[in-house]
Nanobody, 122 residues
Framework: QVQLVESGGGMVQAGDSLRLSCVASGRSINMNVMAWFRQATGAEQEFVTWIIWSSGSTSYADSVKGRFTISRDNAKNQVYLHMNSLRPEDTAVYYC???????????????WGQGTQVTVAS
């Protein structure tokens, strides 16, 4: 059973930076892709970024491109989301997800963390 645990959320001011972490335990050979999604209050879940464990290839939503960076530490089974130049519209619960095939839709991912709140004040 794969478990994902996020950490690093909090409240910051616009323009600040935050780093989210996601630790994966019970990692399955079929869990090739890690992704971050976010969900603001009253909104649908939104794709943020994904990374492929083996190659390090990445993809980003246009809304975060150039500001957010995803990285991974294979030895620690950890994935990070480095968020710079945060904006109030980045306020959301951020979820770590794992799956076998990279995609931008939540249904592509089988495993999910519990989420961590990021609040950006203006």
């Amino acid at each position: 059973q794969v478990q994902l645990v996020e950490s690093g959320g909090g409240m910051v001011q616009a323009g600040d930076s935050l780093r989210l972490s996601c630790v994966a335990s019970g990692r399955s050979i079929n869990m090739n892709v890690m992704a971050w999604f976010r969900q603001a209050t009253g909104a649908e879940q939104e794709f943020v970024t994904w990374i492929i464990w083996s190659s390090g290839s990445t993809s980003y939503a246009d809304s975060v491109k150039g500001r957010f960076t995803i990285s991974r530490d294979n030895a620690k089974n950890q994935v990070y989301l480095h968020m710079n130049s945060l904006r109030p519209e980045d306020t959301a619960v951020y979820y770590c997800a794992a799956g076998n095939v990279a995609g931008r839709r939540p249904r592509a991912y089988r495993y999910w963390g519990q989420g961590t709140q990021v609040t950006v004040a203006s």
